[in-house]
């Protein structure tokens, strides 16, 4: 009963993290950690379970009989990499955009 008690706390959670970055841009560590930037070490759960989140946040809505797939989370993808466009390049800055779910 303790671990349904415990994923129903990580659900709101999330959906409640995930609606505040709909609502707002990305933030100084998140601009600076995966999947924006490549990592030295392997991927954890938890970064994995991020940017789940941030692509939930611009749309994409993953299940198991997903038509649209992988159009809907290539959609998804590309709205993120402007939101961190928007929000983590410096004006002017000719930067590429180092986005990449496979590093």
């Known amino acids: 009963m303790k671990t349904f ?3 129903i706390a990580a659900t709101v959670l999330l ?3 995930a609606a505040g970055w709909a609502s ?3 933030t100084p560590q998140q601009c600076n950690d995966y999947p924006f930037k490549r990592l030295k070490a392997e991927v954890t759960h938890k970064q994995l379970m991020t940017e789940l989140a941030e692509l939930e ?3 994409y809505q ?3 009989n997903d038509i649209d797939y992988p ?3 290539m ?3 590309k709205k993120l990499r402007a939101q961190y466009r928007q929000d983590c390049v410096a004006p002017n800055s000719m930067a590429k955009i180092p986005y990449s779910a496979n590093p």
């Open 5 to 7: 008690a415990k994923a």
């Open 15 to 17: 959906t409640a993290s």
């Open 24 to 26: 707002s841009g990305l």
């Open 57 to 59: 946040a611009v749309g």
């Open 62 to 64: 993953p299940n198991s």
């Open 71 to 73: 159009s809907d989370i």
């Open 75 to 77: 959609r998804a993808e």
